[in-house]
């Protein structure tokens, strides 16, 4: 009787650990996903034009001050985070060529490395 407490609640429903479900589901998390499109949109950004607005938005500076406190976290300090667990060797210059690029995402993607808890990470 106490086994079936621990796997059901009160109401006779199972009880599942987001692990298990996304383990019996076997579709990338939402970490995983904003991840992966934020990698595939920086390749992009970098391979387009110069004088284009998305490539100059992204490295615009607004001139503006900072507010007091912890400093948010800007896209760019995302994407190099992203970049890091990765973990492709030279992965900034690999953008410029679409398939070299295509390579580390795969990889991340399908062995499932952009979820990685953060004290993994530090390992």
């Known amino acids: 009787m106490?086994?079936?407490?621990?796997?059901?609640?009160?109401?006779g429903h199972i009880i599942l650990t987001?692990?298990?479900?996304?383990?019996s589901?076997?579709?990338p998390t939402i970490i995983e996903t904003?991840?992966?499109?934020r990698l595939r949109w920086?390749?992009?950004?970098?391979?387009?034009?110069?004088?284009?607005?998305?490539?100059?938005?992204?490295?615009?500076?607004?001139?503006?001050?900072?507010?007091r406190g912890r400093p948010r976290n800007r896209w760019q300090d995302e994407v190099r985070e992203d970049g890091r667990?990765?973990?492709a060797e030279g992965w900034q210059e690999k953008v410029h060529n679409r398939e070299e690029w295509k390579k580390p995402l795969r990889r991340a993607r399908n062995r499932r490395i952009l979820h990685m808890p953060m004290e993994r990470m530090n390992e």
Do not use: C, D
Request: hydrophobic residues 30%.
């Open 34 to 37: 904003i991840r992966s499109n």
């Open 25 to 27: 589901v076997k579709k």
């Open 18 to 23: 987001n692990k298990e479900i996304y383990a």
């Open 42 to 67: 920086f390749g992009h950004v970098q391979r387009i034009e110069e004088n284009t607005i998305p490539k100059r938005v992204v490295y615009m500076n607004l001139g503006t001050t900072r507010l």
């Open 85 to 87: 667990i990765v973990g």
């Open 2 to 11: 106490r086994y079936t407490q621990g796997i059901y609640n009160s109401s």
